[in-house]
């Protein structure tokens, strides 16, 4: 069954950096697209940044010049660098692949940006 498995969230000042990763298994990793999502308290899930398949990127305006996604094939990982983040940042980081069908969820993983 699909499964992903974010890790590298935490708190971090305002001006920091943090790398999230992505660990999925279950399917052919690198014939699917993969996005980031986040969740504030309060406020809907937005989407951060996707990469196809081939390497394609596209980022949700607030954060365009600061996160950068990128893909390890050979690891069937996906990486969120985060760099000079924002409190605005702070909310839960899902990551999400759309697979036969179906939206499948990690289970997030948390970043705190203080000011």
């Known amino acids: 069954q699909v499964q992903l498995v974010e890790s590298g969230g935490g708190l971090v000042q305002a001006g920091g950096s943090l790398r999230l990763s992505c660990a999925a298994s279950?399917?052919?990793?690198?014939?699917?697209?993969m996005n980031w999502y986040r969740q504030a308290p309060g406020k809907e899930r937005e989407l951060v940044a996707a990469?196809?398949?081939?390497?394609?990127?596209n980022y949700a305006d607030s954060v365009k010049g600061r996160f950068t996604i990128s893909r390890d094939n050979a690891k069937n990982t996906v990486y969120l660098q985060m760099n000079s983040l924002k409190p605005e940042d702070t909310a839960v980081y899902y990551c999400n692949v759309k697979y036969s069908f179906q939206q499948y969820w990690g289970h997030g993983t948390q970043v705190t940006v203080s000011s």
């Open positions: 990469i196809s398949r081939v390497g394609g990127t």
């Open positions: 279950g399917f052919t990793f690198s014939s699917y697209a």
